[in-house]
Nanobody
């Protein structure tokens, strides 16, 4: 089992920045991908960014150039640096960990990011 805890959300004005953190605990040996998703009211959950065990990263086109995913020195920490935030970035942001052997995803409870115009 893997437990994920997000932090760092909050209210920010358009153009501002936030850094989200995800702390994972439990057995991480089978986890090959860590990712951030978001879900705005009335919308489906969407992938924002992910980082695989090799260090390769991928970000959604909608946030490219503004959001960066990275890992901490410890394997169990993942960050999402967000700059130039827009009102449309308002959503609950979720951290996920994907188990490579069967594709199972673990989820955190989410952290709310609100960007005011």
């Amino acid at each position: 089992q893997v437990q994920l805890a997000e932090s760092g959300g909050g209210l920010v004005q358009a153009g501002g920045s936030l850094r989200l953190s995800c702390a994972a605990s439990g057995f991480m040996g089978n986890i090959n991908t860590m990712a951030w998703y978001r879900q705005a009211p009335g919308n489906e959950r969407e992938l924002v960014a992910r980082i695989i065990s090799t260090g390769t990263t991928e970000v959604a086109d909608s946030v490219k150039g503004r959001f960066t995913i990275s890992r901490g020195n410890a394997k169990n920490l993942v960050y999402l640096q967000m700059v130039s935030l827009k009102p449309e970035d308002t959503a609950v942001y979720y951290c996920s960990a994907r188990r490579g052997v069967d594709g199972m995803n673990y989820w955190g409870k989410g952290t709310l990011v609100t960007v005011s115009s």
